[in-house]
């Protein structure tokens, strides 16, 4: 068959592809900056903007430092701590301890509280474990106080509250060769021992600030979204903000956070003004309450196979029925039914990013009143540039007589001042700042990132080891570090549904150390063979475009417009997706036989 003209699949369609591609650069390069990552400015805990991460929820509770031995460590109390302590707890292991910085389990739903926060993928499949904890969550898009009541109960349900350390940050992971065993370090003084050691990464932790002068100048009240003041605005994550009804609101960024926190601000603040640099994609969310005649109908294993479902339609794979059924699974399942092979079916692809875009683009004209308000809020770059969001009142937001939208024309605001914020010369007069400006990107330096290195065989430090990409086995381990295991999204599965790689990986990890136990094996490592062919598959595997990457607008997905796309392809995920990476590593344990481990 003869190859199709590119650009005549988008000519039958009535597009100029070359305008559209034109567009689309002009507003990314609106954006580009010299300094890309470096724009953020991160917060240290002992610099001058150290206030910005201080726990404004749980007060601080003194206790005596630990010098005990536990079996099996686990480093963060956040989705991926919680589902590794139920594995490990499932697989036998009693000796075992959580560390966690907050104040609670929870991770991201532990930090982040501000009003209106939700999750924007289903509950029903986000949630990890709702069988076995024995709980549905009460509408179909949990709102971030209930996921947060969750997390305290899934730790209660598998006993993880027991030997945890909770407001305890690690500070040292250090491997002893004579003893077999791994000390770890805290701030609290602690110095204990344990035979293994998961370390989670986290997602959404390291609050950011923009690198913009002023910040220290600014006399108003002023806080990141994820240290939410409840004691300053009033109300909680549902809203009802009294204290704020004589305040004028400054919010800084227009993502994911905004998009959720805006709307709530609107209700009850005098004035808001909102700070874009670049416009969210935002669709429907339709959001309902939870059916209990459909919820008394579910069946045993109804959980797994709607999480399985969900991730086979964002894939683009044919399933007889969408049982999750939202704008997620509609739009993916369309966009990646098509994988670009050729180039008429990469233009097809194209083709169809660009027709849903239109679509994202009329809906906000369809809602927002003000023509040329709409037209700064239409997102025009292609769907994967950035994560996409879903909500029902953010655009409406912007027909109130109290909201406005403060265009910075791709730039962001010139600097804070002590009363406001200036953007092209105007300067806007406000009492309270809020940074809902996101978090450190994932693909941060690592010691940067944990806050702490890892001391492995012969001293040598995880950080050194990776500097220059990193070396796993199927993500979860990493050779010269016996006993010690990943959860993170680096070299494993990829799903839009986090919950399911980490799910997967908490499965794969306690069967490792559940099987070194049935070996009395006193260490578990990976040979240099298994982990050399493993990064070599994830590249192989990778579909890190360079053209892509550099055509998306800035964002943390391509390193604010700065994409090194052999590190992307070396330290990215698995990318023929969670599914097929899940059966790879069910068939590699099936075997029994462990290939690439090192059991002694």
Same mark, same amino acid.
């Given at each position: 068959? #003869?190859e199709i003209?590119?650009?005549?699949?988008?000519?039958?369609?009535?597009? &100029?592809?070359?305008?559209?591609?034109?567009?689309?650069?002009?507003?990314?390069?609106?954006?580009?900056?010299?300094?890309g990552?470096?724009?953020?400015?991160?917060?240290s805990?002992?610099?001058?903007?150290?206030?910005?991460?201080?726990?404004p929820?749980?007060?601080?509770?003194?206790?005596?430092p630990?010098?005990?031995?536990?079996?099996?460590?686990?480093?963060?109390?956040?989705?991926?701590?919680?589902?590794?302590?139920?594995?490990?707890?499932q697989?036998?292991?009693e000796?075992?301890r959580?560390?966690?910085?907050?104040g609670?389990?929870?991770?991201?739903?532990?930090?982040?509280?501000?009003?209106?926060i939700?999750?924007?993928?289903?509950?029903?499949?986000?949630?990890?474990?709702?069988?076995?904890?024995?709980?549905?969550?009460?509408?179909?898009?949990?709102?971030?106080?209930?996921?947060?009541?969750?997390?305290?109960?899934?730790?209660?349900?598998?006993?993880?509250?027991?030997d945890?350390?909770?407001?305890? =940050?690690?500070?040292?992971v250090?491997?002893?060769?004579?003893d077999?065993?791994w000390?770890?370090?805290?701030?609290?003084?602690?110095?204990?021992r344990?035979?293994?050691v998961?370390?989670?990464f986290?997602?959404?932790?390291?609050?950011?600030?923009p690198?913009?002068?002023?910040?220290?100048?600014? /006399?108003?009240k002023?806080?990141?979204?994820?240290?939410?003041?409840?004691?300053?605005?009033? @109300?909680d994550?549902?809203?009802?903000? &009294?204290?704020?009804?004589?305040?004028?609101?400054?919010?800084?960024?227009?993502? #994911?956070?905004?998009v959720?926190?805006?709307?709530?601000?609107?209700?009850?603040?005098?004035?808001?003004?909102?700070?874009?640099?670049?416009?969210?994609?935002?669709?429907?969310r339709?959001?309902?309450?939870?059916?209990?005649?459909?919820a008394?109908?579910?069946?045993?294993?109804?959980?797994r196979?709607?999480?399985v479902?969900? !991730?086979?339609?964002?894939?683009?794979?044919?399933?007889?029925?969408?049982?999750?059924?939202?704008?997620?699974?509609?739009?993916?399942?369309?966009?990646?039914?098509?994988?670009?092979?050729?180039?008429?079916? #990469?233009?097809?692809?194209e083709?169809?990013?660009?027709?849903h875009?239109? /679509?994202i683009?009329? =809906?906000?004209?369809?809602?927002?009143?003000?023509p040329?308000?709409a037209?700064?809020?239409?997102?025009?770059y292609?769907?994967?540039?950035?994560?996409?969001?879903?909500?029902d *009142?953010y655009?409406?937001?912007?027909?109130?007589?109290?909201?406005?939208?403060?265009?910075?024309?791709g730039?962001?605001?010139?600097?804070?001042?002590?009363?406001?914020?200036?953007?092209?010369?105007? *300067?806007?007069?406000?009492?309270?700042?809020?940074?809902a400006?996101?978090?450190a +990107?994932?693909?941060?330096?690592?010691?940067?990132?944990?806050?702490?290195?890892?001391? @492995?065989?012969?001293g040598?430090?995880? !950080? &050194?080891?990776?500097?220059?990409g990193?070396?796993?086995?199927?993500?979860?381990?990493?050779?010269?570090?016996?006993?010690?295991?990943?959860?993170?999204?680096?070299?494993?599965?990829?799903? +839009?549904?986090?919950?399911?790689?980490?799910?997967?990986?908490?499965t794969?990890?306690?069967?490792?150390?559940?099987?070194?136990?049935?070996?009395?094996?006193?260490?578990?490592?990976?040979?240099?063979?298994? *982990?050399?062919?493993?990064?070599?598959?994830?590249?192989?595997?990778?579909?890190? !475009?360079?053209d892509?990457?550099?055509?998306?607008?800035?964002?943390?997905?391509?390193?604010?417009?700065?994409?090194?796309?052999?590190?992307?392809?070396?330290?990215?995920?698995?990318?023929?997706g969670?599914?097929?990476?899940?059966?790879?590593l *069910?068939?590699?344990?099936?075997?029994?036989?462990?290939?690439?481990?090192?059991?002694?």
């Amino acid at each position: 068959m #003869a190859e199709i003209n590119a650009d005549a699949v988008w000519t039958a369609e009535g597009y &100029d592809v070359d305008a559209v591609r034109s567009k689309y650069k002009q507003e990314r390069d609106k954006r580009i900056r010299a300094d890309g990552p470096n724009q953020y400015r991160l917060i240290s805990r002992d610099g001058e903007l150290a206030e910005y991460i201080k726990d404004p929820y749980t007060p601080r509770v003194e206790r005596e430092p630990v010098s005990d031995v536990v079996e099996t460590t686990v480093i963060g109390g956040g989705f991926a701590g919680l589902l590794l302590g139920a594995r490990l707890r499932q697989a036998g292991i009693e000796k075992l301890r959580v560390v966690e910085t907050g104040g609670d389990f929870g991770g991201t739903w532990y930090w982040n509280r501000y009003p209106g926060i939700a999750c924007d993928v289903e509950s029903y499949i986000y949630l990890p474990l709702l069988e076995e904890v024995g709980y549905m969550p009460t509408e179909k898009y949990a709102k971030g106080a209930e996921i947060f009541a969750y997390c305290q109960m899934f730790a209660r349900h598998f006993d993880l509250y027991r030997d945890a350390l909770l407001q305890t =940050r690690v500070t040292d992971v250090r491997w002893d060769e004579e003893d077999a065993l791994w000390t770890v370090s805290t701030d609290r003084g602690d110095s204990f021992r344990s035979k293994y050691v998961c370390m989670t990464f986290g997602t959404f932790l390291h609050p950011k600030l923009p690198g913009i002068p002023g910040i220290e100048d600014f /006399t108003g009240k002023s806080f990141h979204t994820s240290r939410w003041d409840y004691d300053y605005t009033g @109300g909680d994550s549902y809203g009802n903000l &009294d204290k704020l009804r004589d305040k004028v609101v400054g919010v800084i960024g227009s993502g #994911a956070t905004a998009v959720q926190c805006v709307p709530m601000l609107a209700k009850d603040a005098e004035h808001v003004f909102v700070f874009q640099r670049t416009p969210a994609i935002v669709d429907v969310r339709e959001n309902h309450p939870t059916d209990p005649e459909w919820a008394a109908s579910l069946k045993p294993g109804w959980q797994r196979e709607r999480v399985v479902n969900f !991730s086979a339609c964002i894939a683009g794979e044919d399933t007889e029925v969408d049982l999750v059924d939202d704008a997620w699974t509609r739009v993916f399942h369309n966009l990646r039914r098509t994988r670009p092979v050729t180039e008429s079916q #990469a233009a097809a692809m194209e083709l169809a990013d660009y027709t849903h875009m239109e /679509t994202i683009r009329a =809906r906000v004209g369809e809602i927002v009143e003000d023509p040329v308000t709409a037209e700064a809020l239409r997102p025009y770059y292609r769907f994967l540039c950035k994560r996409p969001c879903f909500h029902d *009142e953010y655009l409406q937001a912007f027909n109130r007589p109290n909201v406005t939208l403060v265009d910075t024309h791709g730039k962001g605001p010139e600097r804070v001042t002590a009363n406001g914020i200036v953007v092209d010369g105007t *300067e806007y007069a406000i009492d309270t700042l809020v940074y809902a400006t996101g978090f450190a +990107s994932i693909r941060q330096d690592l010691k940067s990132r944990l806050g702490y290195d890892v001391h @492995g065989r012969s001293g040598q430090a995880l !950080s &050194d080891k990776w500097k220059d990409g990193i070396s796993t086995l199927y993500g979860a381990q990493t050779r010269n570090f016996p006993n010690f295991f990943i959860v993170s999204y680096f070299q494993t599965g990829i799903a +839009s549904n986090q919950a399911h790689p980490l799910g997967e990986m908490a499965t794969h990890i306690s069967t490792i150390i559940a099987e070194a136990r049935a070996r009395n094996a006193t260490t578990v490592d990976v040979t240099e063979a298994a *982990e050399d062919e493993w990064v070599q598959t994830v590249i192989n595997s990778s579909t890190a !475009s360079a053209d892509f990457l550099e055509s998306c607008t800035p964002s943390y997905y391509n390193n604010e417009g700065q994409p090194n796309v052999n590190l992307f392809r070396r330290n990215g995920p698995y990318a023929r997706g969670i599914l097929p990476f899940s059966k790879l590593l *069910e068939d590699w344990r099936a075997t029994g036989e462990y290939v690439g481990l090192e059991f002694e």
